[in-house]
C-alpha cells in the first residue's frame, strides 16, 4: 500500500539504538529467543485456526465469550492483541473495525502480516512482553490468549499488560488451569524431553504420533461417558465432539495443537485465586476471574 514501509530501520532520537523493519514489521527484540517453536508452527499451519478458514467461529466465541465484550464495543478503538501468532483473534477485532496493534515475540508476527496486513487499521509488531515499545496508557482494549503461561515469569508478563490501557479500558487474559490432574496427563511428563527436541525433529516425531494414535484417540473417545476422559492419555490433541469441525481438520488441529504441546520452552499452569490476585494487585476494577477450558481473568482499569 502507499505509504507503507517495507523495511527500513527505527532510530531512537539520541540515535543510540536502532531496530530494524523487515517484511513491514518493526522488530524490537533478538530473532533467536525461546519463543522460536511459535514462530516455527505459527507460519507453518497459517490458516488453520482462523475463523476464516475454517467457517466455524471459533474464535470470535472464545474472544467474547471470555470478555465480555460486543463488536460494538471495539468499533473504532485502539485495540492491542499481545501474543498475536498467526492472528486468529485479530482478524475478529479488525472485523468489529477497531484499530489493533498485534504484537508477538516470535517470527509469527509474518503469518500474522501474510493474514490480516492488508487491512489498513493493523499494525504488526515483534516484541518482548517485558520491555513494550508504546507509550503507557495508549490501549481502550488489552487482551492475551494462550499465552501468559508461556513466558519465563507469568506475574511479570501479566503485570506489564494494565499500563498499557487508558483509564477506563479493559483487559482479558487466559492462562492454562494448574489442578491435580495435570500430574497425570503425559504433557508435562513428556515435555522435559519434548521441549529440548530440535524443531524439525520434533514436528517429525509429532506427525509420526498422530498418524498412529489418533484414530485410537478418536476410537477411545468415542466411548460412552468416559471417552473423552480417557483419551487424555493418549499424547495427542483430539477435538472430536469438541468443535464441530471436519475430519481433515481435527486432524490438522491435532497436529498444530499436539506440536504446541510440547515444543513451549515455557508451561506455566495458573490458579484462579492467583489470577484474580495479580488483578487486584494491579488496581483493576469490575474484576471476574472463572474456568472457560483455561482460567480467564478480566477487568477494567479505574478512572482515577
Request: aromatic share 14%.
Amino acid at each position: 500500500m502507499q505509504g507503507e514501509i517495507v523495511s527500513g530501520e527505527l532510530i531512537t532520537p539520541d540515535g543510540e539504538k536502532r531496530y530494524p523493519i523487515e517484511n513491514h514489521i518493526p522488530r524490537f527484540i533478538s530473532l533467536d529467543n525461546y519463543a522460536q517453536g511459535f514462530g516455527f508452527q505459527w507460519n507453518k499451519f497459517r490458516k488453520t485456526q482462523l475463523d476464516s478458514y475454517t467457517g466455524i467461529p471459533l474464535s470470535r466465541d472464545r474472544l467474547f465469550e471470555s470478555s465480555g465484550w460486543t463488536p460494538s464495543m471495539l468499533r473504532g478503538k485502539r485495540v492491542l492483541d499481545i501474543g498475536c501468532g498467526a492472528g486468529r483473534f485479530t482478524e475478529i477485532v479488525l472485523d468489529a473495525g477497531a484499530f489493533v496493534v498485534a504484537l508477538d515475540y516470535s517470527s509469527a508476527v509474518d503469518a500474522c502480516w501474510a493474514n490480516h496486513g492488508a487491512c489498513p487499521s493493523l499494525n504488526v509488531v515483534q516484541g518482548d512482553i517485558y520491555q513494550l515499545p508504546f507509550t503507557p496508557g495508549s490501549f481502550d482494549f488489552v487482551y492475551c490468549l494462550g499465552v501468559l503461561q508461556h513466558t519465563p515469569d507469568v506475574r511479570k508478563s501479566f503485570m506489564a499488560l494494565p499500563r498499557q490501557l487508558c483509564p477506563g479500558g479493559r483487559l482479558v487474559v487466559d492462562v492454562y488451569a494448574d489442578l491435580w490432574l495435570n500430574v497425570i496427563w503425559p504433557k508435562y511428563w513428556l515435555r522435559p524431553i519434548t521441549k529440548r527436541i530440535p524443531q524439525q525433529l520434533l514436528f517429525s516425531i509429532v506427525k509420526l504420533m498422530v498418524l498412529c494414535l489418533f484414530p485410537i484417540s478418536f476410537a477411545i473417545g468415542r466411548i460412552p461417558r468416559f471417552g473423552r476422559k480417557l483419551r487424555y492419555a493418549i499424547p495427542v490433541c483430539n477435538y472430536d465432539g469438541i468443535f464441530p469441525l471436519s475430519k481433515q481438520q481435527l486432524k490438522e488441529w491435532a497436529l498444530l495443537d499436539t506440536f504446541d504441546m510440547f515444543a513451549p520452552m515455557y508451561d506455566q499452569p495458573q490458579t484462579l485465586s492467583t489470577l484474580c490476585a495479580w488483578f487486584e494487585e494491579a488496581g483493576m476494577e469490575n474484576v471476574e476471574v472463572f474456568r472457560r477450558g483455561a482460567n480467564v481473568g478480566r477487568g477494567m482499569k479505574p478512572y482515577v
